[in-house]
């Protein structure tokens, strides 16, 4: 097999790690050697034991041996059992393959064979006899058709295991998302139960579909009947919420299932399997009971297709291929395996509790070929995890390719399988802990071990069946060898590689290839640099000590006082192209060029780097001294660029021989162009001095001038920064991998460094005050190509300051300055460059007086710069404006997407403070109620068309805003919370939707909106929530009574709502001593306060409530009753004896069916005999006493 070991430095390994774990059959192998073998499928189930291969619709399964050694034969183990049964007639719909799945709890003593057609619906299960090779057929099942079409389901995924009873249980996943549990315990029992996402579970009928009364439903999920009906009110009361954008995804297969994978028992339920299942949106942890029954349940559905394209930052079409569980703190670990077109991506997540999106802990996208595709397509791969090292990956594609990724980021690549490159097909693999770590059935060799035992362990004796034969694997190009050190003269060294070289260059240096074996015994390889060696530590490396010399070798000839000429510019090609010969011959040199660290190969291609951007000045500067031959040497402002560049040229210069004494007496602008390394040192802040002095704030000159003085200098900074960079795409193979230290980013190159950032700093200042002054009447002529000049220089100088910020450790104060500049460079130009746009930016008028066409600064190039360095104010008026200038829904569609598709990938830097793009226009969009201009009322749809991945971030905005908080959280679903923010809102001096305390008409109207939410939600008429909110809604009921009867009937909604302590002694007027315009009914109001308040109320105001009994009693005409009770008949009494404020009273107190009680009964404050005794002392003794105490006695019996 050609197989690929890659051993990083941390991971190495060492023993036997390859072994035949079982043969293929030998039926097996004769339907693999036939001509269209390449159909065949394959599948291994460590957990069970088994192996199975399909091919033109009939499975060969057996059994895996069940001790290491059993029946070894050559090349193997034999298989302990095997048997083939012909799905083909019992599944078939078409020409797609049926998915099968074999299982096993006996050893593979029975076998349990699944299978289902994929566009039948049908579902098979067989039971074989391994030992005697005899099969029984235990049943079909189709699945239910879909009711709008009448066809079957398309099956996409199978899953299958042993049951606890003796089956077989399987979960069959289809195109549009359905899963269907397949239970098999006896010959003709086969149900198939619809797994249901509502909540609902239940057992399965045979050969068909759950009925919808198979199953208890789950009562704390399942809404009531007025609940429904609440929560289809309230849904009718918010259509104005929904997204007009939206389209019908029911037609697509976004939705189908991907994978199905076991993770093991549930916890805390041994009777239970957990059940990972991966749609093309989602990711779904289920519990599945293993004793049949049809028992199963959803634990936890998360959003993962947002989270992973989020974490992968990128807007293109990613596609969710496969999830399995992995090893992990908690049960929800998994790893997730993703594709955008031909790239691969892996992510290390855990399932959130409660829904929400898929937590991403970690990502990594593997280098172009580290996943060998093998030929298929990228659909249908697998990605597994739990073998060893316990944090490996491994993925499988369709054409039988395999990788194995290691690292708490899945970015350490160990293991690689092409089978272009020979060795076959990987048709299947498993993780398999028991063996030591993964098990892969491949198409040539059977089931083959794969133990990656450590080195520690590796004195461990473990049992291995037969070593595999394999050619040693050919070295990783882009890993780094350690070389043992040794004693060795860095002269001698360099000297070597001098002598190779030069050798080489003038083809008598005999093979290349041996030029290694060479340099190694010179010692010139023993160097063992690492990313943190110094800069002055790795240019003294042999290979690198010599690149320097080749670029900063002085000429031979040097100009005359005239100055340079067109000989330096073709001494500068020479030496790029020596260099490059240089390369040309590390590469060339056998393992050469790997063997050099890291940062000595950085170190040598930026000395080519350094060469071309000096190459190009050199260009520059000779194109103006053309120029100026051609006008003769006059004209001030054609021989105004020359006279720039040889200043800027003459400082460099001078500031390279004041540190080289070799230099001295040189020409002072020839050494500029001689030394390539000088060019970050010297030549950028000679720049940068040019430009401030001839084209900054402090500059004399006109503004023409100047604005030359800029065109000039800043065409040449560009020009080298640029050059470099081309240099770097063009040799992009030859540079290594940027390695960062934890938090931190590699630290800046030099076309980043501190005089990079210097000179394009100088050049964006000078270029924004001069735009302004053109801008200004100055010259409008300058305005345009002024504001391009500006765009040129604006990206280079963030990416430069964001670079930089990068490097830093985060929370340290060189992470504080970095980020200070940043900011500083983004506020200097982004508003500028918004200005620019504003203006038109169409300008037709040059630097020199010609006419330039194109120049000017469009809205788009503007965004492009603020989406890639946050500058979300800017971004947001483009889109705002964008918005607002759309004439019709398509450019609704179109500029709202555009919006959405920056607010889904500005995720915002947390550890420097920056936030999310969609939190920024959130917060914007509260500044714009959307009833003042278009702008506003186009950012207010936005923000009710709020897609449902950004709801958690709207949600975060928008608790400071209860007012707009609820109607958000309906939206989404959230009733309880909704009903929580409601109730907020209805509190005593909570601020209503004015801004100012909640009036009575707004609490009472946020108290009916809470109880409805609380009723969608699935809550009983008689929950506490409930019974509280009935309470409060009476208080404010009792408030409006009292304003209407003391205002002759016209109440007052609008007045604030009392706390329960000041509505008591409003209805018992000021003072408790009674009003004028205090009546009976507010005495007994006062007693309904009491009853809806709650205990503690009660208890804290017992003085008050006794108070309340006192004016009862004070209230009612005892000389009257006492008449009636001695004159009149039981009939009259009795009722003229309800009707008085006790009697009232003392059933508002002691009867629930006369008033809102909240908390516990009135007798733990005050029990009837309490108001017996109370009443006693307020009447007096005799008939008047015992009238009074009649209505008091009737509630204590």
């Not at 240096?509 to 010179?522: C, D, I, T, Y």
């Not at 010297?682 to 720049?687: D, H, I, M, Q």
């Not at 604005?707 to 992009?732: I, K, P």
Request: include cysteine; glycine fraction near 12%; proline fraction near 6%.
């Amino acid at each position: 097999i050609a197989w690929r070991h890659i051993e990083p430095k941390a991971r190495a390994h060492s023993g036997k790690m390859w072994r035949v774990q079982c043969k293929l059959p030998s039926r097996v192998s004769d339907v693999l050697q036939t001509g269209n073998a390449g159909s065949a499928r394959g599948g291994l189930d460590a957990e069970c034991g088994t192996a199975w291969v399909t091919h033109e619709g009939r499975v060969h399964a057996w059994a895996l041996p069940s001790r290491a050694g059993d029946r070894s034969t050559e090349g193997g183990a034999v298989p302990d059992t095997y048997a083939e049964y012909d799905v083909a007639p019992r599944v078939a719909g078409d020409t797609s393959p049926p998915l099968v799945h074999v299982a096993s709890a006996d050893g593979g003593a029975t076998l349990w064979i699944v299978a289902a057609g994929a566009a039948s619906g049908k579902v098979a299960v067989a039971r074989c006899d391994g030992v005697a090779g005899s099969r029984e057929e235990m049943g079909e099942a189709r699945l239910p058709r879909r009711e709008n079409t009448g066809v079957a389901p398309r099956v996409t995924a199978l899953a299958a295991m042993p049951s606890a009873r003796g089956g077989s249980i399987a979960v069959v996943g289809c195109d549009r998302g359905e899963l269907f549990l397949v239970e098999c315990v006896a010959r003709g029992t086969v149900t198939v139960t619809a797994m249901r996402r509502d909540g609902a579970s239940g057992g399965g009928t045979p050969g068909g579909a759950s009925t919808p009364g198979g199953g208890s439903s789950n009562a704390a999920s399942t809404p009531s009947k007025w609940g429904a009906a609440a929560m289809s009110s309230a849904k009718a009361a918010l259509r104005f919420l929904t997204d007009p954008l939206a389209v019908d995804a029911t037609d697509t297969d976004e939705d189908a299932v991907r994978s199905l994978a076991w993770a093991g028992p549930a916890p805390g339920r041994g009777d239970a399997t957990r059940l990972i299942a991966l749609t093309g949106r989602r990711l779904e942890e289920w519990e599945v009971e293993r004793d049949g029954g049809g028992g199963h349940a959803l634990v936890v559905s998360n959003r993962a297709l947002g989270a992973v394209t989020r974490a992968l930052r990128t807007e293109g079409d990613v596609e969710l291929i496969s999830a399995a569980p992995a090893p992990g703190a908690g049960v929800g670990a998994v790893v997730v395996l993703a594709a955008e077109g031909r790239r691969w991506s892996l992510h290390r997540a855990e399932l959130r509790a409660g829904g929400g999106s898929l937590a991403v802990l970690a990502s990594a996208v593997p280098a172009a070929g580290a996943v060998p595709s093998g030929g298929g397509a990228r659909g249908g791969a697998t990605v597994l995890a739990g073998g060893a090292p316990t944090d490996a990956a491994l993925v499988v594609t369709p054409g039988g390719g395999a990788a194995l990724f290691a690292h708490e980021t899945l970015s350490e690549p160990m293991l690689m399988h092409d089978p272009a490159a020979g060795g076959g097909r990987v048709m299947s693999a498993a993780a398999a802990p028991s063996v030591g770590g993964w098990l892969m059935l491949t198409e040539l060799m059977g089931v083959v071990a794969y133990s990656p035992a450590t080195a520690d362990a590796a004195a461990t004796p473990t049992e291995v069946e037969r070593e595999m034969e394999t050619e040693a694997p050919p070295p990783l190009a882009a890993v780094d060898v350690p070389i043992p050190p040794i004693d060795v003269d860095p002269a001698e060294a360099e000297a070597a590689v001098r002598a190779e070289f030069a050798a080489y260059a003038s083809g008598g240096g005999g093979v290349p290839s041996e030029a290694g074996f060479r340099l190694r015994a010179a010692g010139a390889l023993t160097s063992s640099l690492d990313a943190a060696a110094s800069p002055e530590v790795v240019s003294a490396a042999p290979f690198a000590s010599n690149s320097r010399a080749i670029v900063d070798a002085l000429p031979k000839h040097w100009p005359g006082p005239s100055g340079p000429g067109p000989a330096v510019e073709m001494h500068l090609d020479e030496k790029a192209r020596r260099h490059d010969m240089f390369l040309q011959w590390l590469v060339e040199a056998a393992g050469v060029y790997n063997l050099l660290s890291a940062a000595e190969r950085e170190r040598i291609l930026e000395h080519g780097e350094m060469v071309a951007a000096l190459l190009c000045v050199r260009q520059i500067h000779n194109e103006a001294a053309e120029a100026d031959d051609l006008e003769g040497g006059g004209g001030e402002e054609v021989g105004k660029p020359l006279e720039l560049l040889r200043e800027a040229a003459v400082a460099a210069g001078e500031a390279l021989q004041s540190s080289d004494a070799a230099l001295k007496g040189r020409p002072a602008a020839e050494v500029c162009y001689s030394r390539a390394t000088g060019c970050a040192t010297a030549l950028l802040p000679a720049l940068a001095d040019g430009i401030d002095a001839h084209g900054g704030a402090d500059s004399r000159g006109s503004l023409h001038e100047r604005a030359t003085a800029l065109d000039t200098l800043s065409r040449a900074l560009l020009g080298a920064l640029n050059a470099a960079a081309d240099y770097r795409r063009s040799h992009a193979p030859l540079y290594p991998p940027s390695v960062s230290s934890g938090s931190t980013a590699p630290p800046p190159r030099w076309n980043a460094g501190e005089g990079a950032r210097r000179a394009l700093r100088a050049a964006a200042v000078a270029a924004v005050l001069l735009r302004d002054e053109a801008a200004r009447g100055g010259a409008p002529d300058l305005a345009a190509p002024l504001g391009s000049r500006l765009l040129a220089i604006a990206t280079p100088l963030l990416d430069a300051c964001a670079a930089d910020v990068a490097a830093a450790e985060p929370g340290s104060d060189a992470r504080a300055a970095a980020r200070a500049e940043y900011i500083s460079a983004r506020n200097t130009v982004l508003p500028a460059l918004m200005d620019a746009a504003r203006e038109g930016g169409g300008g037709s008028g040059g630097f020199h007086g010609a006419v330039r066409p194109g120049f000017g600064v469009t809205m788009d190039a503007v965004a492009a710069v603020a989406e890639a360095h946050f500058g979300y104010e800017q971004l947001a008026e483009v889109c705002e404006a964008a918005l607002a200038e759309a004439a019709d829904a398509t450019a609704v569609a179109s500029a709202t997407a555009r919006l959405h598709h920056h607010m889904r990938t500005l995720r915002g830097a947390p550890v420097d403070g920056e936030g999310t793009f969609a939190t920024f226009m959130f917060e914007r969009s509260m500044s714009h109620p959307g009833c003042s201009g278009s702008v506003g009322r186009r950012i207010a749809e936005t923000l009710q068309n709020t897609p449902d991945e950004f709801c958690d971030e709207l949600t975060d905005c928008l608790r400071p805003r209860p007012p707009l908080l609820w109607l958000h959280q309906l939206r989404a679903d959230d009733y309880v919370g909704a009903a929580s923010t409601l109730r907020g809102l209805s509190g005593t001096g909570a601020k209503g939707i004015s801004g100012r305390g909640a009036t009575l008409a707004e609490r009472r109207q946020f108290l009916s909106l809470a109880k409805l939410s609380l009723l969608a939600s699935g809550a009983s008429s008689e929950a506490d929530e409930i019974v509280s909110i009935d309470a409060a809604l009476n208080l404010t009921e009792i408030q409006s009574g009292l304003l209407a009867r003391r205002s002759g009937g016209k109440g007052d909604d609008s007045a604030t709502p009392l706390p329960p302590l000041r509505l008591v002694e409003s209805c018992l007027g000021e003072g408790n001593g009674g009003a004028a315009g205090s009546e009976p009914e507010d005495v007994l109001d006062a007693f309904s306060v009491f009853a809806s308040a709650g205990g503690a109320f009660r208890e804290a105001n017992k003085t008050l409530l006794e108070a309340c009994w006192r004016r009862a009693a004070a209230e009612t005409d005892w000389e009257q009753l006492s008449e009636l009770r001695a004159s009149a008949g039981d009939v009259k009494y009795v009722r003229s004896l309800v009707n008085t404020p006790v009697a009232r009273a003392a059933r508002r107190c002691y009867q629930k069916s006369f008033a809102v009680r909240l908390g516990p009964p009135f007798d733990e404050v005050l029990t009837p005999r309490d108001v017996l005794n109370l009443l006693e002392g307020a009447v007096g003794g005799g008939d008047r006493s015992d009238a009074a105490l009649d209505p008091i006695r009737g509630q204590e019996r």
